[in-house]
């Protein structure tokens, strides 16, 4: 039973990680000049990655109400995922402040940045590399 639902789960992981990918490619989030120009507030400002995110928030916000908060626990697994912190930590701002500058830097954040690896890119692969080794580190430090 639990191996029909462990393979059950990673067939939902995939199915939702394609659609994500998916996603990304439509709306050209995997694009970095799309994204870069974007974040262009004084030159060639793109607003349409404003509608991108808010219908993500809305799809999110939607999924969540009827999906999430009236279950105890998902289909697929023993519980939910999410985030317990309450509070806003020193931890937290580091990393939000981090990704934001390699987001604004660059142009691509990790789920893009994954999705653009089947363009076999050297920009991208050493993308992923530098975000892995980055947060094996992170994970080393906050185990001291």
Do not use: Y
């Amino acid at each position: 039973m639990k191996k029909q639902l462990l393979s059950l789960h990673g067939l939902v992981a995939f199915i939702s990680g394609s659609l994500f990918g998916l996603g990304l490619i439509v709306s050209q989030m995997v694009d970095t000049n799309k994204v870069l120009n974007f974040l262009d507030f004084f030159g060639q400002w793109d607003p349409s990655l404003a509608l991108v995110m808010g219908g993500g928030l809305g799809v999110f916000g939607i999924g969540f109400a009827l999906l999430v908060k009236p279950k105890s626990k998902p289909l697929f697994d023993e519980s939910f995922f999410l985030p317990t912190k309450k509070h806003i930590d020193k931890k937290l701002i580091t990393g939000a402040c981090l990704f934001g500058l390699g987001w604004g830097f660059v142009g691509i954040c990790p789920g893009p940045a994954i999705v653009n690896l089947v363009s076999v890119d050297a920009k991208f692969i050493g993308f992923v590399v530098a975000m892995l080794v980055g947060m094996f580190c992170a994970r080393a430090l906050s185990q001291r």
